[in-house]
């Protein structure tokens, strides 16, 4: 998989990712925040206590219906 294209705010992150088909969205979903909680929970340790960084919920939508450069311009905007 490869990330084309990320925008953190304070509330949420907007990713544009590249992945095979084999992987199902909610399973990148996982991975991104498993290995991101991590990473954070190692540089922060106030963030150590807590039980959950992310919420569960999401949201994904794919390119089929518009272009990869419509959504990359998008995520940059956003900020």
Known sequence: MEIKSIEIQSD?????????PRYSPSK???IFKGASSQKLRNLFSKLKKK?????????????GEIS??????????CQ
Not at 12 to 20: D, E, M, N, R, T
Not at 51 to 63: H, M, N
Not at 68 to 76: A, D, G, H, L, P
């Open 51 to 63: 039980d959950e960084l992310w919420t569960r919920t999401y949201y994904v939508g794919t390119t």
């Open 28 to 30: 990148l979903i996982n």
């Open 12 to 20: 949420h992150v907007h990713l544009l990712v590249s992945a095979k």
């Open 68 to 77: 990869e450069k419509t959504i990359r311009k998008y995520i940059e905007e």
